[in-house]
């Protein structure tokens, strides 16, 4: 894969406050063309209220968003114009059918008339949901919603895509279909930003992944320098009726000389590649399927 | 298929935006639209009959001064525009802010703050339109007295522009549906009853006179009634629900705009 470091967005001391509640903490980070990046925490870090930043739906309290160049306090027009947004929540109206809905978002974004329908038959068709365009969107099933959400925000073709948790609740088989249909934005030429607390998610789709917890970054890298600075290799050992414990090598040599090397007390449980989750209890000392203590829940 | 919709002409473009702000709406009109006229004429048409029908029989009206049923209907049409606008507008938005969310995808379209107010105060107007015509209808089946001249449309228009945004200014700033309840409870209701609508607020004392002509709804009533039955125009009045549609568009649109998800 060829990654451009043309960079598409730039965040500069990016804070939100809801009250004495700090949500998002002096963010810095910088997204380049054609990139898959990821935000990986659990729920309650901040992920979701900074995306809601860079979408221009929420103001940031301090610091600077730059998407495509533009301002999003200073210009959110011109944003708006480069973005499409799958947002955690349904955000269909539930008194219109799934067609009304998609065509509304076709209109929302300059198309008109026959162009608007065109836009909207492909789209449904792309989804395989052609036969339910004039089901109420209330009476769809969640994982409908989800794809059609996704087909919606990508029928202007935007040039940067944002999702957030785009596979939360959803079953194995839509969820590898979502992560097949977010490759293809790449490959044409879109950059996608998305949240996730799935380890898995953010390990296969994205180039590279921003660690963020309780609102600050705490990690950015790709998937493989991020566990490099851990160790690539993990040796999960316990004692007889204690917890697990977790040690991290460079190489799977050197973790097979620490398990047999355990004293008789201990035992190897699992000797294995590092992941994203063991780079995250390194950081934090929480998993990532933990809300952060203390925290307010925003996702 | 990349669209851009910033190069129009800035009237072209605002029109064009607002109407697709209202096309959700027409859609949904479109679907629901028996249920709809039903739930905006059943409030008007048990005002018309306990009014119209069952008090107006022991009213007895100045000589000259014509049936009561005559006098009653412009003040129930004041009744529906006020309380079918600001419902329409008011929440139908909170509803796809608070619950549906579908309003987070209005505000994160290309869309000028000015084109998602107008449009979504257009819902009420187009309602309100709707509404209040049935009812002008009704009104000339049951009574010769009652004729509507261009006065009387100018201040039913004028009260739908203000009451939608209102309804619109209410609902952004609406946390929960409670919010809304609220508002309806303490400001809509004792407008509906207070402002002239069933009486003449001349015969009310000189201090709650000073209070209900500083209310909208007094004005559109009034107005309403004096095109009826003279055929008078009321420029106060409508100079009053003016300035009052322009102080709620310019509320409705600040609120819009600092919006904060």
């Known amino acids: 894969m060829n990654l451009q470091l043309k960079p598409v967005i730039e965040i500069k001391g990016l804070t939100k406050r809801f009250g004495k509640f700090t949500a998002v903490d002096n963010i810095d980070m910088t997204v380049n063309e054609c990139e898959i990046f990821g935000f990986l925490g659990p729920n309650g870090a901040g992920k979701s209220t900074a995306l809601r930043i860079m979408t221009t739906l929420s103001k940031p309290t301090e610091g600077q968003v730059l998407i495509s160049g533009y301002d999003v306090l200073k210009n959110p027009l011109a944003v708006k114009e480069q973005i499409g947004v799958v947002q955690q929540v349904v955000s269909f109206d539930r008194d219109l059918s799934l067609w009304d809905n998609m065509e509304m978002h076709a209109r929302m974004h300059g198309f008109r008339g026959r162009e608007a329908k065109e836009a909207v038959r492909k789209s449904l068709e792309y989804a395989g949901l052609l036969d339910f365009a004039n089901v109420l969107s209330n009476d769809l099933s ?11 925000a990508l029928m202007h073709s935007p040039k940067i895509i944002f999702l957030d948790e785009p596979t939360t609740s959803l079953d194995a088989q839509t969820r590898r279909k979502i992560w097949s249909r977010i490759r293809l934005m790449r490959e044409q030429g879109s950059t996608v930003i998305l949240t996730t607390h799935y380890i898995e998610e953010a390990e296969a789709l994205c180039d590279r992944v921003a660690i963020i917890h309780k609102g600050k970054i705490i990690a950015v890298g790709t998937p493989l320098e991020l566990r490099e600075q851990v160790g690539l290799w993990t040796v999960e050992y316990a004692a007889i009726g204690s917890d697990t414990e977790y040690k991290h090598f460079a190489t799977e040599a050197q973790a097979k000389i620490f398990g047999v090397s355990l004293p008789d007390s201990k035992h190897v449980l699992k000797i294995r590649p590092s992941n994203l989750e063991d780079v995250f209890i390194e950081f934090t000392g929480t998993h990532v399927s933990e809300p952060p203590s203390g925290g307010k829940s925003l996702s | 298929m990349e669209k851009s919709i910033t190069k129009k002409h800035p009237v072209v473009r605002f029109l064009s935006q607002s109407f697709t702000v209202l096309w959700s709406d027409l859609r ?9 006229l039903w739930t905006s004429l059943m409030t008007p048409l048990l005002y018309l009959l306990a009014f119209g029908v069952g008090i107006a029989g022991m009213v007895t009206m100045e000589e000259g001064g014509g049936s009561y049923l005559a006098f009653v209907i412009p003040g129930i049409i004041a009744i529906t525009a006020i309380s079918t606008a600001y419902n329409a507008s008011g929440n139908k938005l909170s509803v796809d802010k608070i619950f549906y969310k579908s309003f987070d995808e209005v505000m994160m379209a290309p869309l000028s703050t000015d084109a998602v107010a107008f449009g979504k105060g257009m819902v009420g107007v187009l309602r309100g339109i709707l509404a209040c015509g049935l009812f002008i209808i ?25 009451f939608s945004f209102m309804g619109v200014a209410v609902g952004v700033i609406a946390k929960t549906h409670q919010d809304m309840s609220t508002f309806s409870s303490m400001v809509i209701m004792p407008m509906t009853f207070l402002c002239g609508t069933l009486f003449d607020p001349n015969i009310a004392p000189q201090w709650l006179q000073v209070i209900l002509y500083s209310l909208p709804l007094t004005h559109s009533s009034t107005a309403m009634r004096a095109a009826v039955a003279s055929g008078d125009i009321m420029w106060w009045s409508l100079a009053y629900m003016l300035i009052f549609a322009i102080i709620c568009y310019i509320i409705a649109r600040w609120q819009i705009k600092k919006l904060d998800f």
């Open chain 2, 28 to 36: 949904f009109l479109r679907r629901f639209w028996k249920r709809t």
């Open chain 1, 142 to 152: 969640g994982g409908m919603r989800r794809i059609a959400q996704i087909v919606r």
């Open chain 2, 138 to 162: 009704l009104g000339m089946l049951m009574t010769n007295d009652f004729v509507v001249n261009w006065p009387f449309f100018a201040a039913l228009m004028l009260s739908l522009l203000a």
